[in-house]
């Protein structure tokens, strides 16, 4: 399946490039960005992985995570869309849509999370199976679980997911 292209004013969602990765790996070794994620930086090998499951989301299901680039740069600085990562965890969200972002620490404070989960959701309103999606979010990060609730997601359980405590959200889309 072909990743579709989304813009905004500022940046464009597309598929990965093999380009993406060193940025990427970049991003995984900054503590502000993997502090509320692993825990840890990852080694590129995690990284690529992570990459290819983002691809691979598109072609079981349909739907997946973007690369986000800056269009004025061109510059990778993140990841945004939806998974189906198949957690082990209750109560169980396997099945549907999960909706997640990370954006490179140098661009945080610039609204672009805003401006690129918005895109995400509107085509994930349009296209998506179901009207509900999930997010589950480290219940310490705060500027995270704020941007879900500017999305329109709440609480409705939290759990223990790998030693971290997670608030699980939900969405309906209107339909």
Same mark, same amino acid.
């Given at each position: *399946? ?6 905004t004013?500022?940046l ?9 990765? !060193?940025?990427?790996? !970049? *991003?995984?070794? %900054?503590p ?5 994620? @692993? ?5 590129e090998?995690?990284? &690529?992985t992570k *990459?290819l ?7 079981? $299901?349909?739907y997946?995570y &973007?690369a986000?680039? %800056?269009? !004025? #740069? ?8 939806f ?5 082990a965890?209750?109560?169980?969200i396997?099945?549907? =849509? %999960? *909706?997640?972002?990370?954006?490179? +620490?140098?661009?945080h404070?610039?609204?672009? !999370?805003?401006?690129? #989960?918005?895109? @995400?959701? @509107? ?5 998506? +199976?179901? =009207?509900? #999606?999930?997010?589950?979010i ?10 879900? @609730?500017?999305l329109?997601?709440?609480? $409705?359980?939290?759990?223990a997911?790998h ?5 699980l959200l %939900? ?5």
């Amino acid at each position: *399946m072909t990743v579709p292209v989304l813009e905004t004013a500022r940046l464009r969602l597309r598929g990965h490039h093999l380009s993406d990765l !060193a940025p990427f790996v !970049a *991003m995984w070794q %900054e503590p502000a960005f993997y502090q509320y994620l @692993a825990g840890r930086p990852l080694p590129e090998e995690e990284v &690529w992985t992570k *990459m290819l499951r983002h691809l691979g989301v598109w072609a079981l $299901f349909g739907y997946g995570y &973007w690369a986000v680039e %800056e269009k !004025a #740069t061109g510059q990778f600085v993140g990841n945004v869309g939806f998974g189906e990562w198949q957690r082990a965890i209750e109560p169980s969200i396997k099945g549907w =849509p %999960e *909706m997640g972002w990370v954006l490179a +620490p140098h661009v945080h404070g610039r609204g672009y !999370a805003t401006e690129a #989960t918005r895109a @995400a959701q @509107a085509w994930g309103d349009a296209h998506l +199976p179901t =009207p509900r #999606t999930v997010c589950l979010i480290d219940e310490a990060n705060a500027p995270s679980r704020g941007l879900a @609730a500017k999305l329109g997601y709440r609480e $409705f359980d939290r759990a223990a997911y790998h030693g971290c405590d997670v608030v699980l959200l %939900e969405r309906f889309a209107a339909k």
